[in-house]
């Protein structure tokens, strides 16, 4: 991103940096109550993503799988900008069958 508020932050762990108006620098990432499922007969979960405050260039935000051999994430980058920062985005998360028992 080119919006040097958020091009330091990394997910998780988040820094927050004050903007003029006050609100703090963030990404929202949150899913259903009870977790995220996913099985290796194809089964799919959500996660949903949303900044807390309006950016002044657009942020995109990565999301990828941490084992692309047990599930994949769709899409692969959510990109928010002043006008769509507090509209919620959706990654889906996909289970698939790594021919593994476990």
Do not use: K
Request: charged share 20%; aromatic share 4%; net charge negative.
């Amino acid at each position: 991103t080119s919006d040097d508020t958020y091009a330091a932050l990394t997910v998780p762990d988040i820094a927050c940096t004050n903007l003029d108006d006050g609100d703090e620098a963030g990404v929202s990432v949150t899913r259903r109550p009870g977790g995220l499922v996913t099985s290796e007969a194809g089964e799919s979960g959500s996660l949903r993503v949303v900044l807390t405050s309006a950016p002044t260039h657009p942020v995109t935000v990565q999301v990828e799988s941490s084992a692309v051999g047990e599930g994949t994430v769709q899409p692969a980058q959510m990109v928010f900008t002043a006008a769509t920062w507090h509209r919620v985005q959706r990654a889906v998360v996909t289970g698939l069958d790594d021919g593994v028992w476990n």
